[in-house]
């Protein structure tokens, strides 16, 4: 399982991202906030990768089902997400 | 080359796309194509997991079949005014998500080392906290749980319990992680609690820190989820929506001039008795015929929206009278407040939707300095946004708190149901200012009055 090493270099990658986050995220400009949250949530359903690999591995019925229901929520948070994103920025317009 | 050299490229990829996608959101122009790239990410890296040896797919395809329709089904059919609502509870399902990949990876584990049964301890609770927390605001927003804060005696005694509680059996699962099944149900349940007891003392008003909180939570539950199973992608999709829901609430706290601890310890506005009888002046009523009357003349019109126009459902009518006031030669301008509505930017959607061109709205600090020269400002369902007693009272709860400074337009309508005091039951001495014109009865209702009188 893990070890001291890995742990240090996820760390390392965690730490790194955040700063990431905040250099791209404090550019955003205020009209696009709820956007961004919209569309933030659907990248938080990244846990849909962990869920499909429980759903997915076999042995225990009991583990399966808790993966299969985090697949259903991780889905509907990936999907919603990014639709009603999309659907928000779609009515962002210019003056003619 | 193998699988998992594959998989953990499309990985990086995926990361990359994520990135792209955010750095593009910074501009209203490629934002829309800044969502496509980070959904293509999300698309590649849920495709190279399913590459993973040894999978079964039949449960994986129900599981995404059922979502999918839920949230293709979800995302068509709300409204925008309902928009903090989906985000919330969407906050929640990803809270949740990661603790059922927490649980399940401790479930079918056989053997724990230390630090694989800590960052399953965190996921459960970051994600139950998430969850509860989600469903918690999503009901206050939508008006099932009551949104005004719900304080009792020995509130904070409680959750301090509950975290201490929450502590000990962390510790004792972590010594002992084979044996501790039931401490671990054990920890879920108190996560869950700790999530509606933390967020039932909030305030409605202060739901645009509280989502962007959980926005973060949900991120770092993912991010946690992604020590478990040693995976980057997580670590770094989670850490950047953990900092994106920092960002979000560092400015909604700033924009009411509170720290984060006051928003979500204090209650606010529960202590605050109800003072608006106490009358400090004279009111002036307007009929919608003067209204026009005064606006047909106005060379600058600034429309400052809040709540209440989520609320009236008002911004297509509102949307039609800044074009008629622009047909009559005047300069339209909104002006919007970071805390205006229930959630960060949830003017701006509004009027999005309503279709009002993006760059007509402008930043409570870009429209300040030009307020001395406005002719008209129409208040529209906001009240403490536009409090002066935030700038000259000190005595004020919002003492402090940066406002839109209609008060120095020439005239200013504010559209108001009747005198009731707004969510915090502040006085605002607004509506008593010699310039100030009450605009009283249903805020859509009154416009659409004015509207007509233009035709």
């Known amino acids: ?96 | 080359m193998n699988t998992a050299f594959i998989i953990n490229l499309s990985y990086i990829a995926a990361a990359i796309l994520f990135i792209i996608g955010l750095k593009m959101l910074s501009s209203p122009l490629t934002a829309r194509k800044g969502n496509l790239i980070s959904a293509i990410g999300m698309f590649l890296a849920i495709v190279a997991t399913l590459l993973t040896k040894g999978l079964s797919f039949q449960w994986i395809v129900l599981g995404i079949v059922l979502g999918s329709m839920i949230g293709i089904f979800a995302a068509r059919l709300v409204a925008m005014t309902a928009m903090p609502e989906m985000v919330a509870l969407l906050n929640g399902f990803g809270g949740i998500a990661s603790l059922l990949v927490g649980w399940a990876v401790y479930h079918c584990s056989q053997t724990f080392e230390t630090l694989t049964i800590i960052t399953v301890f965190l996921t459960v609770l970051i994600g139950g906290v998430t969850f509860t927390g989600s469903i918690v605001a999503w009901g206050k927003l939508k008006g099932i749980f009551p949104s005004k804060p719900i304080l009792f005696d020995g509130q904070r005694m409680i959750n301090l319990g509950i975290l201490i509680a929450l502590l000990f059996s962390g510790i004792i699962l972590i010594i002992s992680p084979q044996t501790s099944y039931s401490t671990f149900l054990f920890i879920i349940a108190l996560s869950f609690i700790l999530g509606i007891s933390s967020v039932i003392p909030i305030g409605g008003a202060d739901m645009p820190v509280v989502i962007s909180l959980l926005n973060s939570y949900s991120g770092l539950a993912a991010c946690a989820a992604g020590f478990v199973i040693q995976n980057n992608i997580l670590i770094v999709a989670g850490a950047l929506v953990g900092a994106s829901g920092i960002i979000l609430t560092r400015i909604m706290c700033k924009a009411m001039n509170r720290s984060l601890s006051n928003v979500l310890f204090s209650g606010f506005g529960s202590g605050v008795k109800d003072q608006s009888s106490e009358t400090e002046g004279e009111i002036n009523p307007i009929t919608i015929e003067d209204a026009y009357l005064i606006l047909e003349a106005a060379q600058s019109v600034v429309i400052t929206p809040g709540y209440g126009l989520a609320v009236a459902q008002a911004q297509h009518v509102v949307r039609e009278l800044g074009e008629l006031l622009e047909k009559n030669g005047a300069d339209v301008k909104y002006a919007i407040h970071p805390v205006a509505g229930r959630m960060p930017g949830h003017m701006n959607v509004l009027l999005a939707e309503a279709n009002v061109p993006y760059d007509q709205l402008v930043e409570m600090d870009d429209i300040n300095p030009t307020m001395n020269s406005v002719d008209v400002c129409i208040v529209i369902g906001a009240n403490d946004v536009v409090n002066p007693a935030a700038e000259d009272d000190e005595s004020s709860p919002i003492y402090g708190m940066p406002i839109i400074e209609v008060y120095k337009a020439k005239t200013v309508f504010v559209l108001k149901r009747s005198m009731a005091a707004g969510f915090a039951g502040i006085p605002n001495k607004l509506f008593f200012n010699e310039n100030t014109r009450m605009l009283f009865g249903d805020a859509k209702a009154s416009i659409s009055g004015i509207v007509s009188e233009f035709k």
């Open chain 1, 1 to 96: 399982m893990i070890d001291i090493n890995t742990l240090i270099f996820l760390l390392f990658i965690l730490a790194l991202s955040i700063f990431l986050g905040f250099e791209l995220i404090s550019k955003v400009p205020s009209t696009l906030h709820t956007p961004l949250m919209s569309g933030s949530n659907a990248i938080s359903g990244i846990t849909l990768v962990g869920a499909l690999i429980s759903a997915g591995t076999d042995g225990n019925m009991i583990s399966t089902v808790l993966g299969t229901l985090a697949v259903i929520f991780a889905t509907i948070n990936v999907v919603g997400g990014y639709l009603v994103t999309d659907r928000m920025l779609a009515m962002f317009k210019k003056k003619k």
